[in-house]
């Protein structure tokens, strides 16, 4: 597989959600000019996750980058639930905070249900990861909402890439809340015929090859290989994977890859759910990096700005 050279259109998320941030600064401006100051996002980290700490960094560059606030409140690993909860209502009650967000994962010590019980308390218009039970719901009676945001970037980016969805068959693999079953919604209020596939699906590979949009959600290195596509498919790649191992990565990225080169130099690179070799069968795939995850933050700070709107019109 490794053999055959890329033939299909790159999707590029980086110049997607670039285009996303030109478009939210006049509205930025807009609300400063009618507030009398910037939009402003809560953010709460607790514990020392190495991958959140680099998120929640991120986060706040690019808010502060295009003039939304941010406030951000630390826990230590020890914190118990009770002051999370605390964090949330203090930013639920506070006007000057238009958004809020919990960086997952909480600490385990917190419980095993407290990531749910944290987005259960946040004011749902302040909800701009899209995950309180309300904006769920009106996610699914396709009423305005604050929709997640990764799936929302998938959409922004097949829109702005001019692939058709009303009639075409699209699949899903994944049916988490945070992806899968957002993503499968919002391709089906766009008319698209959605499957949604997951660990017990029998023959995945046969049903995954009906699609014409098929978006990948799984958390498993290279698994959607050129047996799951239908040549000329369009292949959204949300699969997020750090590789560490290096006969892993020859396998996957070839002896002479870039990949391989790049984790000579590094010890770690990411790899998504889809095989390199897909790019010779489908006629669009979204890299990883540079796909699906520079649109997650863009339509996060894209929900920062519609919540700050919607409270300056209520
Ligand atoms: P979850 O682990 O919550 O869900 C994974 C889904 O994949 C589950 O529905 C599971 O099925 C399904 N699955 C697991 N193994 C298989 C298999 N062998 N065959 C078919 N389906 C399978 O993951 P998330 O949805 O949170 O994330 C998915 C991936 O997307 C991860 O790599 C994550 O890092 C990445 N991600 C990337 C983001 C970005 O910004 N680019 C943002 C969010 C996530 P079942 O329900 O039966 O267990």
Known sequence: MNSAGPSARALDGAAVAAEIRDALRPRIEAFHRAAGRSPVLGLLLAGSDPGSEVYVRNKIRQSEGLGIGTALERLPESAAFAEALAVVEAFNADPGIDGILVQSPLPAGMGKNAERRIFEAIDPSKDVDGFHPVNVGRLVQQTPALAPCTPSGVMELLDRSG???EGRQAVVIGRSDIVGKPMSMLLLHRHATVTICHSRTVDLA????????LVAAVGRPAMVTTDFVKPGATVVDVGTNALTDRNQVVSIFGAGSRKLAAFDKRGRVLCGDVH????????????????????TIAMLLSNSVRAAEQRLRR
Do not use: F, K, T
Not at 206 to 213: G, I, M, N, P, S
């Open 206 to 213: 046969r049903v995954a090859a009906r699609a014409d949009v």
């Open 163 to 165: 692939v058709e969805l």
């Open 276 to 295: 390199p070799g897909v790019a010779a069968v489908a006629g669009a795939v979204s890299p990883v990096p540079g796909g699906v995850g520079p649109l």
